[in-house]
């Protein structure tokens, strides 16, 4: 299980100091699939990074409380996360090419998983790695496993990520904008993949996505971010069919529809706030149709006014 309690997220005080995750508060029980939401900038994929210990931390400074299976992982240092990444946690990056070593094949990426983590016969890791390679829906993993990356497509090399993030069979898997650059016709298959693999090992699993879409595939929950804040979170179907929060209900509007015609396509006004931009109530109030002078002034709270739905707003919909 993961317990993630008041995690903050800033820059260093000599880069500003300014907080890019803020106060958020999320959990997660054994094979539950949770997608998180928002605009560029809403501090989504700094969470993800958050949950692996991969935060640059000549850069970032990150307080708060994350457990994971029970284990606190507040103050764990790099040798004590070179144990956890890949057994009880791993990552599918959003750039299969960039999270792939260029002139080592696949198959002695894959074994090197392996290798971090258990003294087997290097002959068995091979055997694990091609029944792994076979396990993501290659037909002939014993010749995918000579490859190197430039000899695979795009679907091929996140689907080989995947394979070596799921290896280990860990208990959560964040995927940060795992599909983003991959054909339509492929998107399906990877999260399709990932939900196969969920399932399997009864992992939980984090999907980072700009895209609502995919989050339908995927999420049993929906966790919706601005400004480095959960604005809402709730089961998908019911943030899908009745969000409460403006931001929430703007991002589903931006939807494409089928039959929409070109210059249809409503649009949220304004721009996401930096994270240097300070405010004393609501920071999606300047964009919204809705607010008052409270939501100027007050920060709404994240509360639970319907069960498992949590929102944070004063003039909620």
Known sequence: MLAVQDLWVRLKPSLGGHPIVRGVGLQLQPGERIAIVGESGSGKSTVALALLGLLPRDVMQQSGSLTLDGEDLSDAGEDDWHTIRGRKVAMVFQDPAGALNPVLTIGEQLVEVYRAHDDRPRAEQRQLAVQQLAAMGFADPDRIIGLYPHQMSGGMKQRAVIAMATALHPGLIVADEPTTALDPSIRAQILALLVQKSEADRSSLVLVTHDLAE???????????????????????????????????????????????????????????????????????????????????????????????????????
């Open 215 to 317: 989050t339908v595939r995927v999420a049993h929950r929906i966790a919706v971010f601005y400004h480095g804040r959960m604005v809402e979170v709730g089961p998908a179907e019911r943030i899908l069919a009745r969000s409460r929060h403006p931001y929430t209900r703007a991002l589903l509007n931006a939807r494409p529809q089928p039959g929409q015609r070109a210059g249809e396509l409503p649009v949220i006004p304004g721009r996401p706030p930096l994270p240097s931009e300070q405010f004393p109530g609501c920071a999606f109030a300047p964009r919204c149709s809705r607010a008052g002078e409270s939501c100027h002034k007050t920060l709404p709270e994240l509360t639970e006014i319907e069960p498992n739905h949590a929102y944070a707003c004063h003039f909620p919909l």
